[in-house]
């Protein structure tokens, strides 16, 4: 069992920047592949952006790619995505997802590969 609590959100004009964390306790965090996913109202769930294992593999979503970075911090337990430049249309909840994974350098994006999920955080971007 791993549990994933989400912080960081808040409000910000278009333009600005959040970093986002997502604190994992349980079981050992340098077994799971990571994902950031976000729902915005009205939407489902779409994929943000993962990370491997290692941390060497990362994805991102073409809507944030050149804005966002997933990272994460093994040592700490902890996963991050930086979001510049923000835009109206990043108004979501973001939530993070971990997958138990054997696979180093494996990545994932769909919320169904995903075995845990956090409470979510809200992030809003005014214009």
């Known amino acids: 069992q791993v549990q994933l609590v989400e912080s960081g959100g808040g409000s910000v004009q278009a333009g600005g920047s959040l970093r986002l964390s997502c604190a994992a306790s349980?079981?050992?965090?340098?077994?799971?592949?990571m994902g950031w996913f976000r729902q915005g109202p009205g939407k489902e769930r779409e994929f943000v952006a993962a990370?491997?294992?290692?941390?060497?593999?990362?994805n991102h979503a073409d809507s944030v790619k050149g804005r966002f970075t997933i990272s994460r911090d093994n040592a700490k337990n902890t996963l991050y995505l930086q979001m510049n430049t923000l835009k109206p249309e990043d108004t979501a909840v973001y939530y993070c997802?971990?997958?138990?994974?054997?696979?180093?350098?494996?990545?994932?994006?769909?919320?169904?590969?995903?075995?845990?999920w956090g409470q979510g955080t809200q992030v809003t971007v005014s214009s």
């Open positions: 997802a971990a997958k138990f994974s054997t696979v180093y350098f494996g990545s994932y994006y769909r919320p169904s590969d995903y075995d845990y």
């Open positions: 349980g079981r050992t965090f340098s077994g799971y592949a």
């Open positions: 990370i491997s294992v290692s941390g060497g593999n990362t």
